[in-house]
């Protein structure tokens, strides 16, 4: 059975920064392609950033490259999400999750989610 669990949300002020983890088990971590993803309320969950199973190859939503960086610990089965510059619009859930294939910026070809962790960013 696949886990996602994200940990690492909270409040922090317009321009500081959070790290965000998702500890994942019961899959080929090392071979799976994981997203984060965010939803606000009111607004449909949009695409984050995702890194490739074999080759760790890193992908962005525009508007959060350059502020957020995606990486991976093979060994502690952990993703990450590095969240910089932080904006009041970036408040939302973010949620982890593991794709089966298909396009990685579509919800709809992740499988597994986690929880999700709220970040606000006030102010």
């Known amino acids: 059975q696949v886990q996602l669990v994200e940990s690492g949300g909270g409040l922090v002020q317009t321009g500081g920064s959070l790290r965000l983890s998702c500890a994942a088990s019961?899959?080929?971590?090392?071979?799976?392609?994981l997203g984060w993803f965010r939803q606000a309320p009111g607004k449909a969950r949009e695409f984050v950033a995702a890194?490739?199973?074999?080759?760790?190859?890193?992908y962005y939503a525009n508007s959060m490259r350059g502020r957020f960086t995606i990486s991976r610990d093979i060994a502690k089965k952990t993703v990450y999400l590095q969240m910089n510059s932080l904006k009041a619009e970036d408040t939302a859930v973010y949620y982890c999750?593991?794709?089966?294939?298909?396009?990685?910026?579509?919800?709809?070809?992740?499988?597994?989610w986690g929880q999700g962790t709220q970040v606000t960013v006030s102010s």
């Open positions: 890194i490739t199973g074999s080759l760790g190859i890193t």
């Open positions: 019961g899959l080929s971590f090392s071979s799976k392609t």
């Open positions: 999750a593991a794709s089966f294939g298909g396009n990685l910026y579509f919800p709809a070809s992740y499988d597994s």
